[in-house]
């Protein structure tokens, strides 16, 4: 059906939702209409024109954002300055001569603070942070400094000097977390690939430098160099004094190294230098050691874990160690503890530690297969006394005072079983052990250590001296005994 458009009028126009008619407005009043639409639509317009050039310059990329400026701001929260206090005693040239001459037994010294600088990075939320063991090595007092102004103590737990690695605890309340770096794979480097040194270089807080892995196996021509150094990583990005101890980082924000030097000509000219960082692997290593029920619990468990990403696989067993008799086999991958899952070392090693009077039961995966073992844990003390018959504890500091030694280097001898190794060797209750296989003794872990590398009837050189009484003008010579363990 066809429709004459000129049969329409529009003074009788019929609204279809509600079918109601209206008529024609008068000519001004759709004169005005047409304006206030024709104004709306260009104030439309113009809103999504500017919607749109905000989208797009919001979409836009800030050239600026890098990855070396990504990575950076992953890291800096996990980087901490570290500044620590030592004591220093020392003696004047007259104190020999009232003490030979006046007979002054106890000539007082004298005592003189030092300052040091240094960084740090931290490697869980629970407050655990790696730095070098020269940065803290002797200080009576360790304050950090994160990158938001707030300040701890911290607590040194356990170093190892060959590789120049400690381990730090903040002292914080319960509760408290922080951000943690990642640790790149071992052996995950490039040489030429872009790496950042960042830390706290001459006291001045936080900084990061930028540079490239100029080598992978690198050290530094000191000559007669004490520590393990024939895998140092070298890089260009500038590290200098203060820089010890903070973290060299990849481009994804992954710890590759750990600061620890700068090597320059002896000469007049200052140059650039270039820096060294004790590499990924090695610092895991250390941390596999660290975080053991051996040094954190004083539970001998004579297994190790592998450090960083990726499953927590054993790497070594000891023999006759309470993880071998639990049948635990190196290349193991431990997954359960207690019912647990076993996500980090740490939190593995916090499982373990906690199994102190009761058996750990473990699930781990060997090749296709799963295999449900127990370990029984046993306290470090009970092995010493088992294979010598020396019943130790650590001197205090109050102790040690009252006994004119120095704290944290001796053990003191609280029983001594009859017919028993040391008993043979004529120990006697109240000497301290000093050393054992020229090893200092400062806590029962070095002793523990010794003895579990040795088999039953070999020989251990075992070192003590009986300290004088209090005010006595003696002096305490230690001696060295030779005894077989059981």
Request: net charge neutral; aromatic share 4%.
């Amino acid at each position: 059906m066809s429709m004459n458009l000129k049969q329409l009028n529009p003074d009788r126009l019929t609204d279809h939702r509600t079918g109601a008619q209206s008529s024609s407005s008068s000519p001004s009043s759709s004169f005005s209409t047409g304006t206030r639409t024709r104004t709306t639509m260009r104030i439309l317009s113009s809103i999504m024109v500017l919607c749109l050039t905000a989208f797009c310059r919001a979409a836009e990329p800030d050239v600026r954002r890098d990855a070396a400026v990504i990575a950076t701001e992953q890291v800096l929260p996990c980087v901490v300055n570290i500044a620590t206090e030592s004591v220093i005693e020392y003696h004047e040239w007259y104190d020999d001569l009232l003490r030979d001459f006046y007979g002054w037994s106890h000539v007082p010294g004298r005592q003189q603070k030092s300052v040091s600088l240094g960084s740090g990075v931290i490697i869980d939320e629970d407050g655990y942070v790696l730095t070098n063991f020269h940065v803290v090595h002797r200080a009576n007092r360790i304050q950090v400094k994160l990158w938001d102004g707030r300040e701890f103590d911290a607590e040194p737990l356990v170093a190892t000097t060959g590789s120049d690695v400690a381990l730090l605890k903040i002292k914080c309340a319960p509760g408290t977390k922080f951000k943690a770096i990642k640790l790149a794979t071992d052996d995950d480097l490039l040489l030429g690939e872009t790496v950042l040194a960042l830390g706290n270089p001459f006291g001045l807080g936080g900084s990061v430098t930028k540079g490239i892995l100029s080598s992978k196996n690198r050290r530094p021509s000191t000559g007669n160099e004490p520590l393990d150094v024939q895998d140092w990583l070298q890089t260009d990005a500038a590290i200098n004094p203060g820089n010890s101890g903070g973290p060299l980082v990849n481009l994804r924000g992954e710890l590759i190294g750990l600061n620890v030097a700068v090597y320059r000509e002896q000469s007049g000219e200052r140059g650039l230098g270039v820096g060294f960082s004790i590499p990924v692997k090695q610092v895991s290593a250390a941390l596999s050691r660290f975080f053991s029920p051996e040094v954190t619990a004083s539970l001998w468990f004579g297994a190790q874990l592998k450090a960083g990403p990726g499953p927590l696989v054993v790497t070594s067993v000891q023999p006759r160690s309470p993880a071998a008799s639990a049948e635990l086999k190196v290349g193991d991958e431990l997954l359960e503890i207690d019912g647990h899952k076993a996500q980090s070392l740490i939190g593995c090693n916090r499982l373990l530690s906690a199994a102190t009077n009761r058996p750990a039961a473990l699930v781990v995966s060997r090749g296709r297969e799963r295999a449900n073992l127990t370990v029984h844990l046993k306290p470090l003390g009970e092995l010493i006394r088992e294979r010598l018959g020396l019943t130790l504890q650590p001197v205090t500091p109050q102790e040690a005072q009252h006994l004119g030694i120095r704290s944290g280097e001796s053990l003191f001898v609280e029983a001594v079983e009859q017919n028993s190794p040391a008993g043979r060797a004529h120990f006697q209750r109240g000497c301290l052990l000093t050393a054992i296989d020229g090893q200092a003794t400062g806590n029962l872990l070095p002793v523990a250590e010794v003895l579990t590398a040795k088999e039953k009837d070999e020989t251990v050189r075992l070192t003590a001296v009986v300290p004088p009484p209090p005010g006595a003008r003696l002096i305490a010579f230690p001696q060295t005994v030779e005894v077989q363990v059981r």
